[in-house]
């Protein structure tokens, strides 16, 4: 049971990225997903959440108007585009699942109430 995340990569300010969240070992439909983010040295920061049924996607400030959360439940994949790339979004990106009986939004931003965790992907900006 894992979730993979993949898609980072080095961008130039004001580019773009798409991150991909795959599952395996698991189905994500009718799971939540989150997207998060962490700079070494500092705690993951909550960017993204979106409910288990794709209707309703909650977006931290920092993020809104830029970067989108899509999910293909067909694929078992999820995916975050980034636009307008700005170094301090330079970041390991991850994708994680809370348990089924979570408060949306707030519990799908909890670090410690994720039941999967997927494998970080490396974004960096220059700029």
């Known amino acids: 049971v894992q979730l993979q995340a993949s898609g980072g990569g080095l961008v130039q300010a004001g580019g773009s990225l798409r991150l991909s969240c795959t599952a395996s070992?698991?189905?994500?439909?009718?799971?939540?997903v989150g997207w998060f983010r962490r700079v070494p040295g500092k705690e993951h920061e909550a960017i993204s959440c979106?409910?288990?049924?794709?209707?309703?996607?909650d977006y931290v400030d920092s993020v809104k108007g830029r970067f989108t959360a899509t999910r293909d439940d067909a694929k078992n994949t999820v995916y975050l585009q980034m636009n307008n790339l700005e170094p301090e979004d330079t970041a390991i990106y991850y994708c994680?699942?809370?348990?089924?009986?979570?408060?949306?939004?707030?519990?799908?931003?909890?670090?410690?109430?994720?039941?999967?965790w997927g494998q970080g992907t490396l974004v960096t900006v220059s700029s």
């Open positions: 994680a699942t809370p348990y089924l009986d979570y408060d949306f939004p707030p519990d799908c931003h909890k670090t410690s109430y994720q039941k999967h």
């Open positions: 070992g698991f189905t994500l439909e009718g799971y939540a």
């Open positions: 979106m409910r288990n049924d794709g209707l309703d996607i």
